[in-house]
């Protein structure tokens, strides 16, 4: 059933705008919630294939970033959007769209792609955020902006522990 379902989402997401102007705006946590873990668990199997020392502690970084990533980013575009889109969105709704475009799991373990994946992810938020919540691209766009920024601001007490200067 699980599986079904799984596979059932991936097809609907080929015509993502579709999807998410299908999508309820109040939707339950457990349908995106599984099909985030089920492509975070398949890009974790598959990114450490290519890992040669110390997989399993790279495998569990692997599988808690993509799992992680959805939450925190609907978190803070869930703040970014009540101040831009007041009372446009929820937290679910917002999680249910970050959730599912993260179908790019299913590919971003391809050495190479993950950069090009991670811009279609933002492209495919911008576009729920659209659809769903009937706002303008550039709107979205802003919206979506504005919380990549925070997110890099929020990275930058990680360049220590992570060598970088």
């Not at 919630?33 to 199997?45: D, E, G, K």
């Not at 994946?117 to 691209?137: D, E, H, N, P, W």
């Not at 601001?153 to 360049?159: G, M």
Request: aromatic residues 16%; hydrophobic residues 55%.
């Amino acid at each position: 059933m699980l599986v079904r379902q799984f596979f059932r989402t991936i097809s609907k997401m080929l015509y993502a705008g579709d999807f998410y102007e299908g999508m309820p705006r109040e939707k339950a946590h457990t349908p995106p919630l599984v099909f985030l873990l089920i492509c975070s668990i398949f890009f974790t199997i598959l990114s450490s294939i290519f890992v040669v020392e110390k997989k399993i502690f790279f495998a569990l970084a692997f599988f808690l970033n993509a799992f992680s990533t959805p939450f925190i980013t609907a978190f803070i575009l869930y703040l970014v959007a009540m101040l831009l889109c007041k009372n446009l969105f929820t937290y679910n709704t917002l999680f249910g769209i970050t959730a599912y475009a993260n179908i790019i799991l299913l590919f971003s373990w391809i050495p190479g792609v993950a950069g090009p994946a991670q811009i279609l992810k933002f492209c495919l938020i911008c576009l729920g955020m659209v659809k769903i919540g009937r706002i303008s691209y550039l709107k979205a766009f802003v919206c979506l902006l504005c919380t990549v920024m925070i997110m890099l601001f929020l990275l930058q007490p990680l360049k220590p522990l992570l060598g970088q200067k």
